[in-house]
């Protein structure tokens, strides 16, 4: 079996972890995940602790349905003129764009078993230019999209506006994976691998997975999605219709591409399925001088 999976994988059913499920999970004295590829990840009990963000519970349920969570936005999107971004742009959007609802995390969340090796690995990501992210500061405030996944609030009512819009244009989206913890990225990172793990095969995971604490999932800003009935969104029609003249429609709404095609030092190759949420105003000021004369960027 191949370590080095396709960067344009087909969004498979575990991505579909549902927050009921991750609740049961940690009940559980071992955690096993559904695994399409062969391999089983059985986490031994002592490493089920998932120390960073302390007692989890799932999110209440939504208050509102999440149809209703519009951003109010520019009334006049439609005729709003993107500035074009690099790939080393896009991610330092991200990185920079002050997101609500986020807190840094300090600890280093375990890796494998070993503190050596977690060591050596977050050196070897770091040098790939993956980020520690943050995770959510108020788990009460992220918002369940109807498959279970979870996203912060601006984010929920993105994903909404883009879907639908998709849709008017004839492509219908799929919300794939979304918000997920330390733990959750643990297992997909180490999915493939088998224990004992070695230097060579997590370094070569890292061209396709973060480990935990560096994936931008962690934020609950980030989205893995597909088109329906296409396995493989970067050669998709949907990924076209997104991706036309610099990502124009994924700005309209809010969104950019999480590791663009031209990224360079961003952490895995490039993934035409991730995107990262920013905000319509994020996109529009980011060449913007704070002092600038434009009331949207100066408010
Ligand atoms: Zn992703």
Redesign the pocket.
């Known amino acids: 079996m191949s370590l080095l999976v396709s960067a344009d994988t087909p969004a498979p059913c575990w991505r579909r972890y549902s927050w009921a499920a991750a609740a049961l999970a940690l009940g559980l004295a071992t955690l096993v995940l559904p695994q399409p590829l062969g391999a089983t990840v059985i986490e031994p009990a002592a490493a089920v602790r998932e120390p960073i963000i302390g007692p989890w519970a799932p999110p209440p349920v939504p208050d509102e349905p999440v149809s209703r969570w519009q951003e109010p936005g520019p009334a006049d999107v439609e005729s709003l003129s993107f500035p074009h971004f690099t790939g080393p742009e896009f991610n330092e959007l991200f990185t920079t764009a002050a997101l609500p609802n986020l807190s840094p995390v300090s600890a280093s969340p375990t890796i494998t078993d070993s503190a050596e090796m977690d060591e050596q690995i977050r050196t070897e990501a770091i040098e790939r230019g993956y980020q520690r992210r943050p995770l959510p500061a108020d788990y009460a405030l992220l918002r369940l999209i109807d498959d279970g996944l979870a996203l912060q609030r601006p984010a929920a009512a993105a994903w909404l506006a883009l879907e639908q819009d998709a849709a008017e244009h004839g492509f219908e989206l799929e919300l794939q ?1 979304a918000y997920r913890g330390h733990r959750y990225q643990r297992a997909v990172f180490l999915r493939p691998l088998e224990a004992p793990y070695g230097l060579e095969v997590l370094a070569e995971r890292l061209k396709v997975s973060a480990p935990p604490g560096y ?3 962690h934020t609950g800003y ?1 989205i ?1 999605i597909g088109q329906v009935g296409h396995s493989h969104f970067g050669s998709s029609p949907a990924h076209e219709w997104m991706s036309a003249d610099n990502f124009a429609n994924a700005k309209k709404h809010g969104w950019i591409p ?1 590791y663009p095609p031209d990224g360079g030092r961003q952490g895995p190759m490039p ?1 035409p ?2 995107f990262t949420y920013v905000g319509v105003e994020a996109i529009l000021c980011f060449h913007q001088p704070p002092t600038g004369d434009d009331p949207l960027c100066t408010a």
């Open positions: 994976s994936s931008k999932h980030a893995d999480s993934e399925w991730e």
